[in-house]
């Protein structure tokens, strides 16, 4: 009689087991809240981008949590990556948003770099991105051929930030004469001073000024001089492109690496170490966020660029800059005296 019962007693201890699984499964972020951190000040793209995600992503993840998005600036964002990767849990209730050249700055040893890019997590991309550089419409400085001419100031956010590294870059690349004045928390900041007269000149995302700045472009009270991408955006025919500059191949092949960042854009981390069952269900979350018809509708509405990427994809993308050769690495850390 036992023989008998015992397969009707596996049976019933398969079908109470199946519905126990999905439970812990469905629940994996019930009554947790998920924390956004976000490497720049209000009102920028990582700002846009990172409240996006906060509104939508609980919806696509297991347990519906709630998102929050909170700002950590500092150090060009390089704060927030630092805490990312050395404090915040590794359970998926901790996501970063930081800059695109996570990696570039580990290549070419900033020392405001605490991290392994190639040991984090990566959630997926929004969007690529195309860091400008702008002159207000009084400066004598209206095109990168100017600014090897005439000194003009220009706002920067920090070491870590491109408003900073490509100012500095092509003084010592190409001969411009950009006067960088440091310490803004962000670009937010920064176009601020520029349109107070602080400086004449400032940098953001592209997105953050079509969206934000709207008034400036249409009235011209700006002038877009330099695209931090290997070519130029069909939005931005007039304005060069970092990949175009340089007079040889080493310092067009160590411009192009400080123009490749775009392909990692608006993306997303976690810590290193965050559980599995966390990461594919972040990652499955976003995949299925960005397909949202209401996602993909309000990010139209607020003029915001959907470019999605997955996070696998994107790892790889940072393994290829830190392979990037040797030489240009030397050389770049040299020119930052580091």
Same mark, same amino acid.
């Given at each position: +009689?036992?023989?008998?019962?015992?397969?009707?007693?596996?049976?019933?201890? $398969?079908?109470?087991?199946?519905?126990?699984?999905?439970?812990?499964?469905?629940?994996?972020?019930?009554?947790?809240?998920?924390t956004?951190?976000?490497g720049?000040?209000?009102?920028?793209?990582?700002?846009?981008?990172?409240? +996006?995600?906060?509104?939508?992503l609980g919806?696509?993840?297991?347990?519906? &949590?709630?998102v929050?998005?909170?700002? !950590?600036?500092g150090?060009?964002?390089?704060?927030?990556a630092?805490?990312?990767?050395?404090?915040a &849990?590794?359970?998926?209730?901790?996501?970063?948003?930081?800059?695109?050249?996570l990696?570039?700055?580990?290549?070419? %040893?900033?020392?405001?770099?605490?991290?392994? /890019?190639?040991?984090?997590?990566?959630?997926?991309?929004?969007?690529t991105?195309?860091n400008?550089?702008m002159?207000?419409f009084?400066?004598?400085?209206?095109?990168?051929?100017?600014?090897?001419?005439?000194?003009?100031?220009?706002?920067?956010a920090?070491?870590?930030?491109?408003?900073?590294?490509?100012p500095?870059?092509?003084?010592?690349v190409?001969?411009?004469?950009?006067?960088?004045?440091?310490?803004?928390? $962000?670009?937010?900041?920064? +176009?601020?001073a !520029?349109?107070?007269?602080?400086v004449?000149?400032?940098?953001?995302?592209?997105? $953050?000024?079509?969206?934000?700045?709207?008034?400036?472009?249409?009235?011209?009270?700006i002038?877009?001089?330099?695209?931090?991408?290997?070519? *130029?955006?069909?939005?931005?025919?007039?304005a060069?492109?970092?990949g175009?500059?340089?007079?040889?191949?080493a310092?067009?092949?160590?411009?192009?690496?400080? %123009?490749s960042?775009?392909?990692?854009?608006?993306? #997303?981390?976690?810590?290193?170490g965050?559980?599995?069952?966390?990461l594919?269900?972040?990652q499955?979350g976003?995949?299925a966020m960005?397909?949202?018809p209401?996602?993909?509708?309000? !990010?139209?509405n607020?003029?915001?660029?959907?470019?999605? *990427?997955?996070g696998?994809?994107l790892?790889?993308?940072? %393994?290829?800059?830190? /392979?990037?050769p040797?030489?240009?690495?030397?050389r770049?850390?040299?020119? #930052?005296g *580091?």
């Open positions: +009689m036992t023989n008998t019962v015992r397969p009707f007693a596996f049976a019933a201890a $398969a079908a109470l087991a199946t519905p126990a699984l999905a439970q812990s499964g469905d629940a994996l972020f019930a009554h947790k809240t998920i956004i951190n976000i720049n000040t209000a009102g920028g793209s990582y700002d846009l981008y990172g409240r +996006m995600l906060a509104r939508f919806r696509h993840l297991p347990g519906n &949590p709630n929050v998005a909170t700002n !950590m600036p150090a060009g964002t390089l704060k927030a630092n805490y990312i990767y050395e404090v &849990p590794k359970d998926g209730t901790a996501i970063g948003i930081v800059t695109e050249t990696a570039l700055e580990q290549a070419v %040893a900033n020392p405001a770099v605490q991290y392994d /890019a190639a040991k984090f997590n990566w959630v997926g991309r929004f969007a991105s195309n400008i550089h002159q207000w009084t400066s004598k400085v209206q095109t990168i051929e100017d600014a090897k001419k005439y000194e003009t100031t220009v706002a920067a920090g070491a870590g930030n491109l408003s900073e590294v490509i500095n870059l092509l003084n010592k190409i001969g411009t004469k950009f006067k960088v004045i440091s310490g803004y928390p $962000a670009s937010a900041e920064g +176009m601020l !520029m349109e107070r007269g602080e004449e000149g400032s940098a953001s995302s592209w997105a $953050a000024v079509k969206t934000g700045k709207a008034s400036w472009l249409k009235d011209k009270k002038k877009v001089i330099l695209q931090d991408v290997p070519e *130029r955006s069909p939005e931005l025919p007039d060069t492109a970092l175009e500059l340089g007079e040889t191949p310092d067009k092949q160590l411009l192009g690496l400080y %123009a960042g775009g392909a990692i854009g608006r993306s #997303f981390i976690l810590p290193p965050t559980s599995p069952a966390a594919k269900a972040l499955d976003f995949d960005v397909k949202d209401e996602v993909i509708a309000e !990010m139209a607020v003029g915001l660029d959907l470019e999605p *990427r997955q696998e994809t790892k790889a993308e940072i %393994a290829r800059t830190l /392979a990037a040797e030489d240009v690495k030397t770049a850390k040299a020119l #930052f *580091r």
